[in-house]
């Protein structure tokens, strides 16, 4: 269009002004395409967005429908240049920009400091790997299978957890989780046994994906979740909450 509108525009003033149309036709039509066809209507567009994009949508439909056998050329002509000139795509950032995006809003107060802090920690929770999050062998509170009911009380009562792992022979091989209700509704104290009380642990690999994690655990009903090494053995747990807090920020639970 402003190239048609150009060439238009210069023959018009070189007929009627000679030599120095040429001139004036670049003059008059840069202003006209600047004022008419740039400024004017990205400004209504971006004051009235969905007005703007209304008014517009039935005259691009029908622009579309005009130019689609232009359109089928030109995509053959673009494949066909593909085959013949090979052009390594260059992967787009999309969380990059987006935290860019998110950066600029807050700095120009479209969004205050804890909505970007939220909106960040969300961009960047899909890239996040268990191992980056989760409490380590050393740090976790286990208890071995041979634990006595007074003792696993205990251990309730120091720590103040709802779930606790359970393993056999050493800290790398967790064969369950025991839950403070399963432990506090449990009647038959004469003939204990840790076995009975134990829930089959969730587990997962150190660079499984939080996000997926998060799915994962919600599909199975699990809290809690065990998570291994390259070799098999505890590397370290996950709590839902550990998840959340990613998003969210500390939680103080009771």
């Known amino acids: 269009m402003n190239i048609a509108s150009a060439s238009i525009a210069t023959i018009v003033f070189t007929k009627y002004y000679g030599d120095a149309g040429v001139t004036i036709s670049t003059i008059v039509m840069t202003i006209v395409v600047l004022i008419f066809g740039e400024i004017s209507p990205k400004s209504l567009s971006k004051e009235s967005p969905e007005k703007f994009a209304m008014f517009s949508t039935p005259i691009l439909k029908i622009l579309m429908i005009i130019f689609t ?47 970007s802090k939220l909106i960040r920690s969300a961009i960047e929770f899909n890239v996040l790997d268990a191992n980056q999050i989760l409490t380590s062998r050393v ?31 050493s800290t790398d091989n967790v064969i369950g989780i025991i839950n403070v209700k399963d432990f506090l509704l449990y009647d038959n104290a004469q003939k204990f046994s ?57 939680i103080e639970d009771e």
Not at 76 to 92: C, D, H, R
Not at 143 to 157: A, H, S, W, Y
Not at 213 to 238: C, H, Q
Not at 240 to 248: G, H, Y
Request: glycine share 4%.
């Open 139 to 169: 740090d976790m509170i286990s208890i071995p299978k041979e634990t006595t009911m007074e003792d696993v009380r205990k251990v309730f009562k120091e720590n103040k957890f709802s779930r606790i792992p359970v393993y056999e022979n």
């Open 69 to 115: 056998p232009l359109n089928f050329l030109f995509g053959l002509w673009k494949k066909m240049m593909s085959k013949v000139i090979k052009v390594e795509e260059i992967p787009i950032e999309v969380e990059d920009e987006l935290l860019t995006m998110v950066e600029e809003a807050e700095i120009k107060g479209g969004i205050d400091e804890h909505e």
């Open 194 to 250: 840790l076995r009975d009380l134990l829930r089959q642990p969730l587990y997962t690999y150190e660079y499984k994906k939080t996000a997926e994690l998060m799915v994962e655990m919600r599909k199975t009903s699990n809290n809690i979740i065990i998570v291994l090494d390259e070799y098999g053995a505890t590397a370290g747990l996950i709590t839902l909450e550990d998840i959340l807090e990613e998003l969210v920020g500390n």
